[in-house]
């Protein structure tokens, strides 16, 4: 009985990308001025993709075998995507480094619940779709990159060269209205023309 289950769990990890591949998946980033020198940028990416794509030693075959990897095997992963987003996506402005550039990723053990839940949707499929699409949006991950804009650029042209692991992405741009609202007594009321 039980080489049945596995035999199953192996038929479902099988077909799970033919039937991924009918969902669009695309990276996703956010580009935000947070100040007139602060620099965001949140990238949310496919974890199977993103894992399929980078090399790290001891890489293992399958992401099953990732998910149930040990600490050593988790913590090699994310010292190759710190150094991935770290030395391996220049950002400029005005043809200077970001100062100060910061990568924030998961934790080892935030790695691996991510990495879990993505085997657990790939062997338990959804019935209702749009639950599906929600819950292909848990099984990213989130990169979280910000700096400061050098005084000495040039211009304030931004020029990203996000690696190539992350796959087809689309990329938007943000430069936030930010207004100080005066308490009001019963609500505080925010207006703003939207342009489009």
Not at 20 to 29: D, E, V, W
Request: net charge neutral; hydrophobic share 40%; proline share 5%.
């Amino acid at each position: 009985m039980k080489l049945t289950h596995l035999k199953l769990v192996l038929l479902c990890l099988c077909f799970a990308p033919l039937a991924a591949a009918h969902n669009l998946k695309l990276t996703t980033a956010q580009v935000v001025l947070r100040s007139e020198t602060h620099v965001s940028i949140r990238i949310e990416t496919n974890m199977t993709d993103l894992t399929g794509r980078i090399d790290w030693p001891g890489k293992p075959e399958t992401i099953l075998e990732l998910a149930a990897a040990g600490d050593d095997q988790i913590r090699a992963l994310r010292t190759a995507l710190v150094e991935t987003f770290s030395t391996g996506m220049p950002v400029e402005v005005g043809g200077q480094n970001l100062q100060s550039q910061r990568v924030r990723i998961a934790r080892v053990d935030e790695l691996r619940d991510v990495l879990r839940s993505v085997v657990a949707h790939q062997i338990i499929p959804q019935m209702d779709q749009q639950r599906d699409a929600h819950q292909a949006r848990h099984n990213d991950l989130v990169i979280h990159i910000d700096g400061f804009i050098a005084p000495s650029a040039k211009n304030r042209q931004i020029q990203i060269d996000f690696p190539g692991v992350l796959g087809p992405m689309t990329v938007s741009y943000v430069q936030p209205k930010t207004k100080t609202l005066k308490a009001g007594d019963d609500a505080t009321r925010y207006i703003e023309l939207l342009d489009g």
